[in-house]
């Protein structure tokens, strides 16, 4: 990643929502990888005309991103501390009609805010489920994938469309099964993620999982982030 005053970091994985499947966060490892600390930027304050190829420059000054509140990258997000986060940057709030939800802020500088007026404004309009939490995309590979009819494997990866920040499809890795594949389940499909549990169910059948579109990484262009590999899919 990159700040107007140069390189800052490198993201090493996403937070998303289980409710309408967004991309939330980029999460950014600071420094060196032996001794750094992480960071969440929003998508919607990345500049989209980089030309750069594996590259995130975003409208934010080292001093911004390094002064950003400290958020336990390890642990789910709650809208608290999002409230902070977004109070940081000056951003206005995707949970009341802001940010991610269909702009960005490519051609304006985050002023800070600490006006208490506008944080009770933020708490004040928030809805029923505004203290949902995020998880991150590293936590949840690995998770046991559950049909209707039983277990058919697990999560592998993720594909996300970089231009809307929506995750589209797990990628489920079926092969405990004899002859099993890695195949696309679309987010549609999903009906419960279990944080606690590590389970994902899903509302098809082990049949209908079996015979669901083959992953194919050819067709994807990946990202690598730390030891996973994350993937856009712009022909979707």
């Not at 940010?99 to 309009?125: C, F, R, Y």
């Not at 929506?166 to 679309?186: C, R």
């Not at 999903?190 to 209908?208: S, Y």
Request: net charge negative; hydrophobic share 35%; proline share 4%.
């Amino acid at each position: 990643m990159e700040a107007k005053d140069g390189r800052i970091g490198e993201v090493v994985e996403f937070y998303f929502d289980d409710k309408t499947w967004k991309i939330r966060y980029l999460i950014v490892r600071l420094g060196h990888p032996l001794n750094s600390r992480q960071v969440l930027i929003s998508p919607d304050a990345l500049l989209r005309t980089t030309g750069q190829k594996e590259l995130f420059s975003v409208h934010l000054t080292k001093e911004q991103i390094n002064k950003s509140p400290n958020i336990d990258t390890d642990k789910p997000v709650s809208r608290q501390q999002e409230i902070e986060l977004y109070g940081h940057y000056g951003w206005p709030a995707y949970w009341i009609g802001g940010l991610n939800s269909g702009g960005n802020l490519e051609d304006t500088t985050p002023i800070p805010v600490t006006d208490e007026k506008k944080m009770d404004q933020i708490n004040a309009n928030k809805k029923p489920d505004a203290d949902l939490y995020l998880c991150s995309t590293a936590r949840v590979t690995g998770y046991t994938i559950y049909a209707n009819d039983g277990e058919i494997g697990h999560v592998n990866d993720f594909i996300f469309d970089d231009q809307t920040w929506q995750l589209v499809n797990f990628v489920v890795d079926t092969q405990s099964w004899a002859g099993g594949e890695k195949v696309l389940i679309a987010v549609e499909h999903i009906k419960e993620l279990v944080w606690q549990k590590f389970e994902v169910f899903l509302d098809m059948t082990i049949a209908g999982v079996k015979n669901s579109p083959l992953f194919d990484a050819l067709k994807y262009k990946a990202i690598e982030t730390g030891n996973t590999v994350k993937l856009t899919g712009n022909s979707l």
